[in-house]
């Protein structure tokens, strides 16, 4: 069973559209992180956000926890071909702050 | 830099095989991870490690072991490896966390392995 899903699973757009991507769970998570995966590389670290309703931007991108801690989401403003790669989002549900569940992965596309 | 680097890129084995996959990281991280990545599944935990010798299940270790011999390194072994292993493998590390607050996990590159 996976505890974190992703929304859309895929999404190709054009430069400069804006864009949302949801990471939902049934569960509590003590703290969220997101990363981006471009081809051929590891995922990298976007953002950790720790406290219900946190908000945090990173330039364009926009990340929000939700109330409750059971989802967030990602908001990319006037998107860019170097935007391009798999978003995942990752919770830590045990508490401990060490072992992650991953989601499903958003595949984004960006052309000009 | 904190640098995670993995034995191979890609790897071709057949089913029966032993199979190693070696991460090796420079940063003096005390916790490391092994992943597999599938479409449209992300990133499933199979095994990590938050100490030399040290070891805990992750979601799915069926089929896998692991050997963490020196705190820099982190082997993931397929005891006899099988079609439905083909898969993308990632290896982590992060730091030991002290303010209850998860550090980055730095990933290697992955090794792309197929089993025929």
């Known amino acids: 069973t996976q505890l974190l899903e992703q929304s859309p699973q895929f999404l190709s757009i054009q430069e400069g559209e804006n864009l949302t991507v949801y990471c939902n769970s049934s569960?509590?998570?003590?703290?969220l992180q997101w990363y981006r995966q471009e081809p051929g590389e590891g995922p990298v670290l976007l953002v950790t956000?720790?406290?219900?309703?946190e908000v945090k931007k990173l330039k364009r991108l926009t990340f929000q926890f939700g109330d409750a801690r059971k989802d967030s989401s990602l908001h990319i403003t006037a998107a860019q071909p170097g935007d391009t790669g798999l978003y995942l989002c990752?919770?830590?549900?045990?508490?401990?702050?060490?072992?992650?569940?991953f989601g499903t992965g958003t595949r984004l596309q960006v052309t000009l | 830099d904190v640098k995670v680097t993995q034995s191979s890129r890609y790897l071709v084995k057949r089913t029966g095989e032993k199979v190693f996959l070696e991460c090796v990281q420079d940063?003096?991280?005390?916790?490391m991870f092994w992943y597999r990545q599938d479409p449209g599944l992300g990133l499933r935990l199979i095994y990590f490690?938050?100490?030399?010798?040290?070891?805990e299940k992750g979601d799915i270790p069926e089929g896998y072991s692991v050997s963490r011999e020196k705190k820099e390194r982190f082997s993931l072994i397929l005891e006899s490896a099988s079609t439905n292993q083909t898969s993308m493998y990632l290896c982590?590390?992060?730091?030991?966390?002290?303010?209850?607050?998860?550090?980055?996990?730095?990933f290697g590159p992955g090794t792309r392995l197929t089993v025929l």
């Open positions: 982590a590390s992060s730091p030991r966390v002290r303010r209850g607050v998860p550090d980055t996990q730095y």
């Open positions: 569960s509590v998570f003590s703290s």
């Open positions: 956000v720790v406290t219900g309703g």
């Open positions: 990752a919770g830590d549900q045990t508490g401990t702050a060490s072992k992650l569940t």
């Open positions: 940063m003096d991280h005390e916790n």
């Open positions: 490690s938050y100490d030399v010798k040290m070891k």
